[in-house]
């Protein structure tokens, strides 16, 4: 049997977190969550994920600086960008980073765990 693939959840919104984990786990996933990049980079070097959902503004960094401290890390980590501000500015800078990704939180549950797959396979 094969192992669930492993998501990272980085935002600092508890209430959003804690539907993305509920929500993902019921869809097969093992899910770890993190409230700021401090504790989301130290949560990714531990738990290994397959992917991470980065928020793009944390109360300790910018997404940015984090996305470029796990790739520093891991060059070849699969992240997406999600973010309540989306702009056409900020998904180009994004997307020359590298990102698997970039989405907006408006788009809903069912986008996101489409997004999700496309990033995974």
């Known amino acids: 049997m094969t192992p669930p693939r492993k998501i990272l959840i980085v935002d600092d919104s508890g209430v959003l977190r804690e539907l993305l984990q509920d929500a993902l786990s019921s ?68 997307r020359s980073l590298g990102v698997a990704g970039f989405f907006s939180k408006s788009l809903g549950l069912a986008a996101l765990l489409g997004a999700i797959k496309q990033a995974l396979s």
Do not use: C, M, W
């Open 27 to 94: 869809n097969g996933y093992a899910v770890r969550g993190a409230p700021d990049g401090e504790s989301g980079f130290a949560a990714f070097q531990d738990f290994k994920p397959d992917l991470v959902l980065l928020d793009r503004e944390l109360p300790d960094a910018a997404g940015s600086d984090v996305f470029k401290r796990i790739r520093a890390h891991e060059p070849t980590a699969k992240v997406i960008v999600f973010t309540g501000h989306a702009d056409a500015d900020g998904e180009r800078k994004y």
